[in-house]
């Protein structure tokens, strides 16, 4: 962990830099790790992932489902073309957060890098 500089977690996954690319001047780069799977995306793909994961919740359920919030019913798309993902109710919920809380992070840091540059 001492090779990350953690940007946000929850109990599905973490966002980080890795910070050897920060040494090397990619500070655009974030590692979005949920589940078994890992996206490296920039602020902007996140953005659309966040974009993805909103239209996600407004899908309804199979209707008459017996298996509530432990289906995976919902199909989630993700930045990347080829991937999508199958996801419960309470998994997007975290997903959510996750990159909620990403987006919050990194913009929160570049606002405070932009104050303290006057």
Excluded at 25 to 40: P, S
Excluded at 99 to 107: A, C, P, R, S, V
Aim: net charge neutral.
């Amino acid at each position: 962990m001492q090779d990350i500089y953690r940007i946000y977690h929850n109990s599905i996954g973490i966002s980080f830099q890795w910070k050897r690319d920060l040494n090397n001047g990619k500070t655009d780069i974030i590692q979005l790790v949920f589940g078994n799977t890992g996206f490296y995306l920039t602020h902007t793909e996140i953005k659309e992932f966040y974009n993805k994961v909103t239209v996600a919740h407004q899908l309804k359920q199979c209707e008459g489902c017996t298996k509530q919030n432990k289906c995976n019913s919902y199909l989630l798309q993700t930045p990347s073309e080829k991937v999508d993902l199958s996801v419960s109710e309470e998994e997007l919920k975290l997903i959510t957060d996750l990159i909620k809380g990403t987006l919050f992070q990194i913009e929160l840091n570049g606002y405070i890098n932009e104050i303290c540059k006057n």
